[in-house]
């Protein structure tokens, strides 16, 4: 059998699709394997470069893959993109990956360990609740406004809004969506919603105290615990970064540009990086 030296993974829930190429381009296995396979199968095969879209589990796979010796790249799906032919296959997929991770100009996503994937989920965590009881708040207040019933912004006046609501002669039929509401409302602020968020806020600071990362980049003004600890956590390794401007670019901050014929036209950011980050970033710079 000729020795593989590239393999395109293109992974999935159940079914993964393998195409691999030797070292005169010559596809050599081009294949499905089921989960259970997958590590049985890449266990018989000489060390040779992966590619995997960075999507759900590659994290996962890379580190499984990489304990077995290979070289394991993570790519953005957007950069795979532009290598797929035609149509939208686990095959073509597959094959596209293998050919994106040869490039040289390619930038990969840097395969994180089970610690940091572990804070990034605490981060996630808890921006879902945070973003849970944002939700049920603009829901009331914007239901209630199409009946004239408005309160002074803040989390601490929805209450007020609700007994607005319930002395305002609104239609049956309104009442009692907006007690479902009032409802989800009062659970979601009182009950173990508020607790777990200060839990996961303060599982986030200590990490901050302990992480010199994050210590020096509270030394920049408007980054605090959570931001620190999101960027130290997501951040490739800066050195990849020629100037300060390519990092910028990488976290979506910069105009993007629509230049032809030597003319140079600047819109407006283009927000392609992360948008947890620069979220983060923006709230820190408007304080």
Not at 35 to 44: A, E, K, Y
Not at 119 to 130: D, G
Not at 177 to 182: C, F, N, V
Request: hydrophobic share 40%.
């Amino acid at each position: 059998m000729t020795e593989i030296t590239m393999i395109g993974v293109d992974l999935a829930k159940s079914v993964f699709q393998v195409h691999g190429i030797d070292a005169e381009g010559a596809v050599v296995p081009r294949r499905q394997l089921r989960r259970s396979q997958m590590l049985s199968f890449f266990q018989g095969i000489p060390a040779c470069l992966i590619g995997m879209e960075a999507s759900a589990g590659a994290h996962h796979w890379a580190r499984e893959l990489g304990m077995l010796g290979h070289d394991v790249r993570l790519i953005p799906p957007s950069y795979v993109k532009p290598y797929v032919r035609r149509g939208k296959t686990d095959q073509a997929d597959a094959e596209a990956i293998c050919e994106a991770v040869t490039q040289p100009s390619m930038r990969f996503v840097p395969v994180k360990d089970e610690v940091t994937q572990a804070l990034l989920m605490a981060h996630k965590t808890r921006e879902f609740l945070v973003r849970q009881l944002t939700q049920v708040t603009n829901a009331i207040r914007a239901h209630l406004g199409e009946f004239g019933i408005a309160a002074p912004k803040g989390m601490y006046n929805v209450g007020r809004l609700l007994e607005a609501g319930e002395r305002a002669d609104l239609p049956a039929a309104a009442r009692v969506p907006l007690r479902l509401l009032a409802e989800q409302f009062f659970e979601t602020r009182d009950w173990e919603t508020r607790d777990w968020i200060d839990a996961l806020t303060k599982d986030i600071r200590r990490e901050a105290e302990t992480s010199k990362a994050a210590k020096r980049l509270q030394t920049i003004p408007g980054i605090g615990p959570i931001t620190a600890t999101a960027l130290a956590a997501t951040l490739p390794d800066v050195r990849v970064f020629r100037t300060s401007r390519d990092l910028s670019v990488w976290l979506g901050l910069t105009p993007e540009p629509h230049s032809s014929g030597g003319k140079e036209k600047l819109g407006r950011i283009s927000k392609m990086g992360n948008r947890y980050l620069r979220r983060l970033l923006y709230l820190g710079a408007s304080c």
